[in-house]
């Protein structure tokens, strides 16, 4: 679908109140132009109105007029350059930026991310920095609660039922 046509779809679901729908549209067009910054900019005001600060930020990274509550909030949601790399979904080479400004943003996320990895890192290789990205797992919150105990004992209440019928049908076929 051409840009302006989808463009046009994302005004119209915004209009009806769709922004999960708009959201992925405006999603879908970075990704096939992540050169546009316009893109970029449209995507972030809709992230402003679910109120995600860090998405919004996210988008609005290569932008010399960014909010820095909002980049503050996107650096600490992707706290790595490894994952900002990711999460900016750029490809190819920084001269193909439209401003100044978003090259050196890009440079520098990118020899960010080279210097944590001691190697150099591309835009279009993901496994170039994709051990930043396999972090350990974060360790679980504490002990069990009360809640998770009980939603545990339903669940294998649940099944044993379920296999007891299943075998009581199973036995019927054979009387």
């Known amino acids: 679908m051409p840009l302006r046509e989808t463009l046009a779809r994302v005004e119209a679901d ?3 109140g769709r922004v999960p729908v708009a959201r992925q549209r405006l999603r879908g067009l970075v990704s096939s132009f992540p050169y546009d910054l316009t893109l970029r900019r449209r995507l972030a005001e809709v992230y402003r109105l679910y109120g995600d600060a860090a998405e919004a930020g996210r988008w609005m990274y290569l932008e010399e007029d960014r909010d820095a509550d909002e980049t503050a909030a996107f650096e600490v949601r992707y706290g790595s350059p490894g994952r900002r790399m990711k999460a900016l979904a750029w490809r190819g080479p920084e001269a193909m930026a439209a401003t100044s400004f978003a090259k050196g943003q890009l440079v520098a996320v990118r020899a960010a991310c080279a210097e944590a990895f001691g190697r150099p890192v591309d835009w ?3 496994a170039s920095f994709r051990e930043d990205l396999e972090e350990k797992c974060e360790e679980p919150s504490g ?4 809640s998770d105990v009980l939603a545990g004992v339903g669940c294998l209440v ?3 039922a379920f296999l007891g019928v ?3 049908g ?3 076929l054979f009387d």
Not at 143 to 146: A, E, L, R, T, Y
Request: charged share 10%.
């Open 14 to 16: 915004l209009a009806a």
């Open 170 to 172: 199973v036995l019927a």
């Open 166 to 168: 299943w075998v009581i």
């Open 124 to 126: 279009d290789d993901l």
């Open 158 to 160: 649940g099944a044993l």
């Open 143 to 146: 002990p069990w609660s009360v």
